[in-house]
């Protein structure tokens, strides 16, 4: 385990110590602030027979590392979350596989670096010339093969059609948006196109029309989807927009009908609503986003599959304007803490215990492998995977060997091993950092520990040769 590690395994819910200080000093209760039990370091459990599970993977869009008050945010209420960490593990040094939303999603559906693929070099993807290809294996693939019941509801932004859609990579049906972005009543794209679309295997992908808050749509289908008469294992995707802009919460039909209007009028990045949203604004969405997942929980539980039933939660990439990262710097786009730290909560009551906390770093590739171990599922050796499977850690206990953890934007380099981080910005100098004492990036130990900076470096520039390389221009 980490020092990082020992220093927080008695934190407790609801921030870091002293929440209920800061939750006086923002004018919230203490007791809505923390929880009352405590969490306790990562112990495996006793081992006991169980099933392969059922897989509810959900992920938020562009939510901040500390947005759930079970990671300290002082203002933000997520009760539903908070409850779902307190019953299964929380991670507080996971990470996504990029700094954005595209990149990431292709690394936990491929279970590899983005940069393997051509689709992978869009961060993110904004038109339709690539997308994930095909014939590439992915997660929903692999554990069809194995006997898996699949479906991606929610936002797909892998590419689009003709050529891209989730039916064609593995997930037997597919009910949601193509892009990265929608207006939340009226279902239009960046480019003003309308996109909402529902599609099997067999019937291929159609417009499905509803004007309804898009967040309550997904709820609804989630929950109908669980609530099914299952007779093998599923996997259901579960991707929600939310937090993302435009900054229209359940219920802003006068905004959301002024964005249409610019939108429909041609106002290149309308949808972006720079001038629109605020951190009320903004912890509403998310405090939406907690009651839906709570809802959807619920259907899960009350469908009889709560036990057998892993359910992940965790966000896309880091958070943006509005987010609350502290004590991490950067945000979405950046590979600094704040742009690929986040939440990350996993809970299976047959063979996980709850209350637990993990300081381990891990990020979005080793959860592909890991589902896929935890299903009986094989990778494709033509396609060999970049994370490592987590099922000895989180099933036997076994210790995780320090490895590397590696990530690549345009303009920016990082690789994690152990505590030390190997930096590199836009136009920068290379950059150590010591996480378990700087979380904040502030203290450049390059100086310090020159050996070890070339050696990461060196590692990182490795790994950078075996990618595809960024299209010119």
């Not at 969490?39 to 392969?52: I, T, V």
């Not at 993977?57 to 203002?75: C, Q, R, T, V």
């Not at 959301?256 to 605020?278: F, M, N, P, T, Y």
């Not at 892993?310 to 945000?331: H, K, M, Q, T």
């Amino acid at each position: 385990m980490s020092s990082y590690g020992s220093q927080l395994s008695r934190r407790a819910f609801g921030g870091v110590v002293g929440a209920s200080a800061t939750a006086a000093a923002v004018g919230l209760p203490a007791t809505e602030a923390r929880a009352d039990d405590e969490e306790r370091p990562f112990r495996a459990a006793a081992p006991r027979r169980a099933k392969r599970p059922n897989i509810l993977f959900i992920l938020g869009d562009d939510l901040g590392w500390a947005d759930l008050s079970s990671y300290g945010a002082p203002h933000i209420k997520t009760p539903n979350l908070d409850r779902l960490a307190r019953q299964g593990v929380r991670f507080t040094d996971a990470y996504a596989g990029s700094s954005t939303c595209s990149p990431t999603r292709f690394s936990l559906y491929t279970g590899r670096y983005p940069g393997r693929t051509k689709g992978g070099l869009a961060e993110p993807i904004a038109d339709r010339s690539v997308g994930l290809d095909p014939d590439h294996p992915t997660l929903a693939s692999l554990l069809r093969d194995a006997g898996y019941a699949t479906a991606l509801i929610g936002k797909w932004h892998c590419g689009y059609l003709p050529d891209h859609s989730p039916t064609k990579s593995g997930w037997d049906e597919f009910f949601g948006n193509f892009g990265g972005a929608l207006e939340y009543y009226s279902k239009l794209g960046l480019g003003g196109e309308y996109d909402l679309f529902e599609g099997a295997v067999k019937e291929g992908d159609a417009e499905y029309k509803d004007l309804r808050y898009y967040t309550r749509i997904l709820t609804e289908r989630a929950g109908d989807y669980i609530r099914r008469a299952h007779d093998r294992p599923w996997l259901l995707n579960l991707n929600f927009t939310t937090p993302h802009w435009p900054w229209i919460a359940d219920g802003d039909e006068e905004e959301s009908a002024e964005i249409v209007r610019r939108i429909k009028a041609g106002q290149e990045g309308a949808l972006w609503h720079q001038d629109g949203g605020s951190v009320a604004k903004y912890t509403e969405m998310v405090e939406d986003l907690d009651r839906s997942v709570g809802q959807v929980l619920g259907a899960l539980r009350r469908s009889g599959q709560e036990r057998d039933t892993l359910v992940f939660f965790a966000s896309d990439n880091g958070g943006e304007r509005f987010s609350y990262n502290w004590p991490l710097s950067g945000n979405k786009g950046s590979l600094k803490e704040g742009g690929i730290r986040v939440p990350t909560l996993v809970r299976w009551p047959a063979r996980i215990d709850g209350g637990q906390v993990s300081h381990e770093p891990v990020y979005t590739p080793d959860w592909t492998a890991t589902l896929l171990e935890l299903a009986g599922a094989r990778p494709d050796p033509a396609h060999p995977l970049d994370g490592t499977s987590l099922a000895p850690y989180l099933l036997r206990g076994a210790e995780l060997a320090e490895r590397e953890l590696f990530w690549r934007v345009r303009g920016e380099r990082a690789l994690r091993r152990g505590k030390w981080k190997y930096y590199r910005g836009k136009g920068g100098p290379d950059q150590l950092f010591d996480l378990a004492a700087d979380r904040r990036e502030q203290a450049d130990r390059s100086a310090d520990e020159p050996e070890l900076l070339a050696e990461l470096k060196t590692a990182w520039e490795r790994t950078e040769g075996e990618l595809l390389p960024y299209p010119q221009g």
